[in-house]
């Protein structure tokens, strides 16, 4: 059974950094392109980063670029996302997904397709 879990939301002050963790079950992360994505209350579901499976090659939206870093341990079946320089507006529900399509950077949007996704974790902003 396929399963993605995510980890390592919590509370931070502004300006603060998170690590947040999707761990995959059920099959194997090689092969796979993950995404990572948000939902805040009352905001547009956004797609803020990718990690490719054949390269390594990283996307990311122009709402988290320069601060957010994605990355892979394919040993350990894990897709990281390194969240630093954290603004209220950060605040959202995470969610890791499995990418179908490549990724697309449009105008500082980016846009993927995706199947799988876990659960979410909260990520909160605020002093």
């Known amino acids: 059974q396929v399963q993605l879990v995510e980890s390592g939301g919590g509370l931070v002050q502004p300006g603060g950094s998170l690590r947040l963790s999707c761990a995959a079950s059920?099959?194997?992360?090689?092969?796979?392109?993950i995404g990572w994505f948000r939902q805040a209350p009352g905001k547009e579901h956004e797609e803020i980063s990718c990690i490719s499976s054949s390269d390594g090659s990283t996307y990311y939206a122009d709402s988290v670029k320069g601060r957010f870093a994605i990355s892979r341990d394919n040993a350990k079946n894990t897709v990281y996302l390194q969240m630093n320089s954290l603004k209220p507006e950060d605040t959202a529900v995470y969610y890791c997904?499995?990418?179908?399509?490549?990724?697309?950077?449009?105008?500082?949007?980016?846009?993927?397709?995706?199947?799988?996704w876990g659960q979410g974790t909260q990520v909160t902003v605020s002093s």
């Open positions: 997904a499995t990418v179908t399509s490549s990724p697309t950077v449009v105008a500082g949007t980016l846009t993927y397709e995706y199947d799988y």
């Open positions: 059920g099959f194997t992360l090689d092969y796979y392109a």
